[in-house]
């Protein structure tokens, strides 16, 4: 599913996405590059060994669209590996109900 809305605050730290079916999905910077899907932060998971994970890892630098159907997040640290499929995001946590539209019924 592609989004409607992308919306990225800096200073709150937080990626907000809006989806057509009146759901959002609000993630904090920290918790993106926790679930960086590269191969490398792949293995840093798996190995149980966060040294990548400094403060700068958490603060976004640049985020680009793929296509239509991910967004490239770049972080402080010079990290620029992870392609984050829309798919990928939305089955990261159960999307809420967006405040404006509380009575938007489920098209899923
Ligand atoms: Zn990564």
């Not at 730290?13 to 609000?26: F, H, L, N």
């Amino acid at each position: 599913m592609q989004p409607k809305h992308v919306h990225i605050s800096k200073r709150a730290g937080t990626m907000t996405i809006e989806w057509p079916d009146g759901t959002r999905s609000e993630f904090t910077f920290e918790e993106l590059r926790k679930a960086c899907p590269c191969a490398l932060c792949e293995e840093e998971r798996k190995q149980n060994r966060p040294k990548l994970w400094i403060p700068e890892a958490f603060q976004l630098a640049d985020a680009v669209l793929v296509g239509n159907y991910a967004i490239n997040l770049i972080w402080v640290d010079g990290h620029n590996d992870g392609i984050y499929h829309w798919d990928y995001l939305r089955s990261l946590k159960t999307p809420e109900p967006a405040a404006s539209q509380e009575a938007a019924s489920e098209q899923s």
